[in-house]
């Protein structure tokens, strides 16, 4: 537009000099007329660099960047406010980003940050926690981390006098990081996941600085529908659990395992996935004579799990497998022993807002006992008879929750959970656990979308195989903030 503006003053000029220019005869005239010439040769000439300048400008100016093939950004994901998140895991089994983060010195920005071509994403959550428990079967040891969130084989039984214990704490503190690179039409994606709740025994003690060490979660990244580190078992249907103040809630009643394994997920269609994974086996095993679970570090085959998950606008549905071989070598004593199980588990809404729902799982198995309740049944028993046997205890166990939304800030859940185990004849190990079952309500707050607050009452009770009952009641405040 500038460009034709001063053509055409130029265009004018020149008319303007010409007409005198022609009408008149004067060498004064004619002098003043091919000075005004030159002149307008010079603007002409301007007036063409400065067209060919821009043309070349044009030309060599960046054009948009193509859109990668992928369009998610990294997904980090700080659980809901139990151990886990009520969503997918991440890659072809993608977890939901509650926060994003912003590289020191950097804008800020809805999608993280980029470093060298990666995006970056930093979210997590802070959480403080307090209880107030009851035993009537006597203490827990100090610094347990029965104490920390309940932890079903760590009820008391058997004690003479009820055991009062009052603990605070922000060692579920979490802190997630996400990356995603795009890499020639793939998804490449990883996830690192950090707490201070994993790792009891090693931390600092409560008298002066109640120091807690870092410990590791979960770390593993995808390639399209690979995953390859530690992430939640796949025989596991995280979306099912509830929300609680508690770290996991239906403690003895879920499927509940964090391990290394290679993963490979397949969309079969717009409802259904299935997945397969080859996971880190272990044989967890007792003896007759102590009811102590002990790692036996001698497996030779990973542990194979498969999935089937279906969502459909009525809910989704989860129907797991798991095969593995239980073995014990320690030179004298050595035997080998099938373990398998399946999981049903899912969850339904109950109005079109997503504010209520029912959330279950149901499980059962033999040799399956660290997969479920925190390892309140033991894999295998070592019956030291003729030959030395290897024995799978089978298990049953599940839980059931209703959410109820009150109103978009306001909500609670109800949750039953339960775990049977039966041994083989003969099999029982000297104060192994029979059976736990829990109940427990609770009532969430969130004055804004970033924080909750919630306070929950828990009844729990385990039985031994002599018949003791041990019993616990716990009431628990939980504040988190979500970042």
Do not use: C
Request: charge should be neutral; hydrophobic fraction near 40%.
């Amino acid at each position: 537009m500038a460009f034709t503006k001063r053509l055409a003053l130029t265009a004018l000029l020149a008319g303007t000099a010409l007409v005198p220019g022609m009408a008149q005869a004067q060498t004064a005239r004619e002098v003043e007329l091919e000075t005004r010439l030159k002149a307008l040769e010079a603007a002409v000439q301007d007036l063409r660099g400065e067209l060919n300048a821009a043309r070349a400008t044009a030309a060599t100016a960046p054009q948009p960047a193509t859109p990668a093939t992928s369009t998610s950004a990294p997904t980090a994901v700080a659980s809901a406010p139990n151990d886990l998140h009520p969503t997918a895991p991440m890659g072809p089994t993608a977890p939901t980003a509650l926060a994003e983060a912003k590289a020191p010195g950097a804008a800020p920005s809805t999608d993280g940050f980029k470093v060298a071509g990666t995006t970056v994403k930093l979210n997590g959550f802070i959480k403080t926690w307090a209880s107030v428990s009851r035993y009537s079967g006597g203490n827990i040891a100090p610094e347990s981390v029965g104490r920390d969130f309940y932890f079903p084989s760590m009820t008391p039984v058997g004690g003479r006098n009820e055991g009062n214990s009052v603990e605070a704490h922000a060692k579920q503190t979490r802190i997630v990081l996400g990356t995603e690179t795009p890499i020639a039409g793939h998804t490449l994606k990883g996830l690192l996941e950090v707490d201070f709740q994993v790792v009891p025994g090693t931390q600092g003690n409560q008298r002066v600085v109640n120091g807690y060490n870092p410990g590791l979660r979960r770390a593993f990244f995808t390639f399209d529908d690979w995953l390859f580190g530690q992430e939640w078992t796949n025989f596991q249907y995280i979306g099912a659990l509830p929300e609680t103040t508690d770290f996991i809630g239906p403690s003895e009643g879920t499927v509940f395992v964090r391990q290394a394994q290679i993963r490979y997920t397949r969309k079969l269609n717009d409802t259904l996935s299935l997945s397969v994974a080859a996971e880190n086996p272990e044989t967890a095993s007792t003896s007759l004579v102590s009811a102590t679970i002990v790692e036996n570090a001698d497996d030779r085959l990973p542990d194979v799990t498969a999935r089937l998950n279906y969502k459909t606008a009525f809910g989704e549905f989860s129907l797991a497998g798991l095969a593995r071989q239980l073995t014990i070598d320690t030179g004298a004593l050595k035997d080998s022993a099938t373990g398998w199980g399946v999981s049903f588990a899912g969850k339904v809404p109950l109005d079109a807002k997503g504010r209520s729902d029912i959330r279950f799982m149901v499980t059962h198995g033999d040799g399956i006992g660290r997969y479920v309740g925190l390892d309140l049944a033991p894999d295998a028993v070592f019956v030291p008879v003729v030959g030395a046997r290897l024995y799978t205890p089978s298990l049953t166990a599940g839980f059931a929750a209703l959410k109820l939304g009150w109103t978009d800030k306001l909500r609670s859940t109800f949750i039953g959970s339960v775990q049977s185990i039966d041994y083989p004849t003969g099999g029982e190990p000297v104060g192994a656990s029979d059976s736990a079952w829990s109940a427990s309500a609770n009532l969430f707050y969130s004055p804004i979308k970033n924080i909750d607050l919630g306070v929950e009452f828990r009844h729990a009770e385990r039985e031994l195989v002599d018949g003791q009952v041990g019993k616990m009641d716990r009431g628990e405040l939980a504040a988190r903030y979500s970042f």
